[in-house]
């Protein structure tokens, strides 16, 4: 049986014009950015035209955009300039972030004595707006609030927009990892009030080890990495060069495709979905689901026994890639914090399918046909 690959919220394949965009600066374009000759000359240029057409996409000015290793990088830059450069002494965010989020601010919190708040979560995992600006209104500290924009997990959209709108009311700094949607979603900066988003390049079809931070440009903040002038002074560290011109291209390439591309995964996850319901007794589903929900995610429930307790483990065997959860936990025995938080009930196995433009249905149809035959 050929691989079927159904975890694309972990990462995503490589697509060959990006890989095409990429080669020249994998070999004969090897110089340095930052030296004032030719070969640097070519390398700066290739960089600050990434950099143009990531904020012409976004939306914005080109000196709001930075280019980093990955969504990790930029969501801790942000957290920890928040406290240390901003003088936030309040956090809020949510039980179900992701853990780049969470652990960083769980660590400022006992480090820099930083309060944090965690706002309350309605049954479908979406976030209760009531509570959230209750936090707000009664927060007599410098607050940072920091709300992802799709769930990694289990899909559900926060409405940014309106969390944006709250920020700005109270006075907060907002800031969204918008990992999971920059390269799937539509974004517009300018529409939203938020002072900081993180993005990683491999969500959409590009490089590992390539990411951005958007700052808005009215806020100042310190660098996280010290040690050099690049990125306008704000991260430094040898620019990664082909993969910040992949990372452009491939968001290029998506939003180019995006009506396309969103409307046939849209159909897939739904097809799947359905056929879940029809063929397997006692599935269920988290989150939001069909609503308001990232059209690239499906988490799924199945009934707890002796077999589906090893379904993960005998899909891979069976060439079938998918999650239990988020990625960043693979291979471990920690059960998902998401979950946990929206749902807590050992009676579940918990699997989480997502899409790309390069699934099929005749995949969809095998693996329920599989899991069919795993749980019988």
């Known amino acids: 049986m050929q691989r079927i690959y159904f ?25 340095n950015p930052s030296s004032i000759y030719s070969y640097g000359r070519e390398t700066r240029m290739a960089v600050e035209n990434a950099r143009k057409s990531v904020a012409k996409i976004l939306n914005t000015h080109p000196s709001e955009i930075f280019f980093t290793s990955c969504g990790t990088e930029s969501t801790n830059t942000v957290l920890n300039a928040a406290v240390k450069d901003l003088e936030c002494t309040h956090i809020i965010t949510s039980a179900i972030e992701h853990h780049a989020t969470l652990h960083t601010v769980q660590h400022l919190n006992k ?17 209760d707006f009531t509570h959230l600006e209750e936090l707000l209104s009664s927060s007599q500290e410098k607050t940072l609030v920091t709300l992802m924009h799709a769930n990694n997990e289990i899909g559900n959209l926060l409405s940014i927009k309106r969390v944006g709108e709250l920020c700005e009311k109270y006075n907060a700094y907002f800031h969204s990892d918008m990992v ?3 390269g799937h979603l539509l974004v517009n900066l300018k529409n939203i009030h938020v002072h900081f988003v993180s993005a990683s390049a491999h969500k959409f079809h590009g490089p590992k080890g390539a990411g951005l931070l958007y700052i808005n440009g009215d806020v100042k903040i310190d660098p996280y990495i010290h040690g050099g002038g690049q990125e306008r002074n704000m991260r430094a560290g040898t620019e990664n060069i082909y993969g910040i011109v992949g990372l452009a291209k491939a968001l290029e390439l998506s939003i180019e495709n995006h009506e396309k591309d969103s409307a046939y995964i849209s159909a897939l996850k739904k097809y799947m979905h359905d056929e879940l319901q029809d063929k397997i007794p006692g599935v269920s589903f988290n989150g939001d689901v069909l609503e308001k929900t990232l059209y690239t995610v499906l988490s799924v429930n199945f009934p707890s026994t002796a077999k589906s307790e090893m379904l993960l483990y005998n899909l891979d065997i069976n060439n079938v890639c998918v999650s239990g959860g988020s990625a960043c936990s693979s291979g471990t025995n920690i059960g998902s914090h998401v979950m946990a938080a929206i749902s807590n009930d050992p009676n579940l196995v918990t699997v989480r399918f997502s899409f790309s433009k390069h699934n099929t249905k005749e995949e969809v149809d095998t693996v329920i046909e599989k899991v069919k035959q795993l749980l019988n």
Not at 19 to 30: I, N, S
Not at 114 to 125: A, E, H, I, M
């Open 180 to 182: 999971q949607t920059i």
């Open 111 to 127: 480090k820099e004595d930083v309060k944090v708040s965690y706002v309350k979560l309605l049954s479908n995992g979406q976030v």
């Open 7 to 31: 975890d694309n919220a972990a990462t995503t394949s490589l697509d060959p014009q990006v890989l095409e965009a990429m080669m020249p600066y994998l070999t004969e374009k090897f110089g």
